[in-house]
């Protein structure tokens, strides 16, 4: 089955020790997107890749990068993770952005929950 | 801007019944999409159903339907026979189409289903 898939499920890392959340995807989607959740949050987005275009989010924080080697991969760079940073990491991809509808639709992996020690 | 408002932070339902989930939105754009996903204790977001805003028709996919009304600017998901399963956090969500804006969520209702 075509997925998102997200590795490890857990990590967890100590205070200011940098650390990189894997995505990957079999959809051969063009976009893929990073969202950080708190608890009972909504999602947040990050940033987000149209196709090789990096688009970051105004108020993200320099501390978080991303890097898209290739279609199928996207990683998310925490350079100096603080106590806040302590959250679910979600990955997601959609087929297109900025066109017509259902294509827009994005699919999720199943997070990356991150503790910061 | 766009703004999604689930009024409902928690929802309890007896299993085998129907329940809706309320979703309010606020857009200029005339054209967009709506999305309703459901997230489990274990974290993943599941896309449970799209409606876009020129769409005729409902959405509806196996148990989960999509009521629209465009003119209320309402998109409430109706949940039939729920199951022990369906306890999990559901958002709704929306997309200006045409734009490069972001995927908006509402802040999510979380749902209980009961014996």
């Known amino acids: 089955d075509a997925m998102v898939i997200q590795n490890p499920r857990y990590q967890v890392t100590q205070f200011g020790k940098p650390v990189t959340l894997s995505c990957s995807q079999t959809?051969?989607?063009?976009?893929m997107y990073w969202y950080q959740q708190k608890s009972s949050q909504a999602p947040k987005l990050l940033f987000h890749?149209?196709?090789?275009?990096?688009?970051n989010e105004a108020d993200t924080p320099d501390n978080f990068q991303s890097r898209r080697p290739n279609t199928s991969f996207c990683f998310l760079d925490i350079r100096s993770p603080g106590l806040g940073d302590a959250a679910m990491y979600l990955c997601?991809?959609?087929?297109?952005?900025?066109?017509?509808?259902?294509?827009?639709?994005?699919?999720f992996g199943p997070g990356t929950r991150l503790l910061v020690l | 801007a766009q703004k999604i408002t689930q009024t409902q932070p928690g929802m309890f339902v007896q299993e085998k019944e129907a329940v809706t989930l309320d979703c309010t939105y606020d857009?200029?754009?005339?054209?967009?999409?709506l999305f309703w996903y459901k997230q489990p204790s274990s974290g993943e977001m599941i896309f449970l159903i799209y409606?876009?805003?020129?769409?005729?028709q409902n959405a509806t996919e196996g148990r989960y339907s999509l009521n629209f009304q465009k003119a209320r600017k309402s998109a409430n998901l109706v949940i039939s026979a729920s199951q022990l399963g369906d306890s999990a956090m559901y958002f709704c969500?929306?997309?200006?189409?045409?734009?490069?804006?972001?995927?908006?969520f509402g802040t999510g209702t979380r749902l209980q289903v009961t014996l």
């Open positions: 969500a929306m997309i200006p189409t045409g734009t490069a804006s972001k995927l908006t």
């Open positions: 890749y149209y196709d090789k275009d990096f688009n």
């Open positions: 959809l051969n989607h063009n976009v």
């Open positions: 997601a991809t959609s087929r297109a952005r900025g066109l017509a509808g259902k294509q827009e639709t994005q699919y």
């Open positions: 409606q876009g805003s020129y769409d005729q």
């Open positions: 857009t200029s754009d005339p054209s967009y999409g």
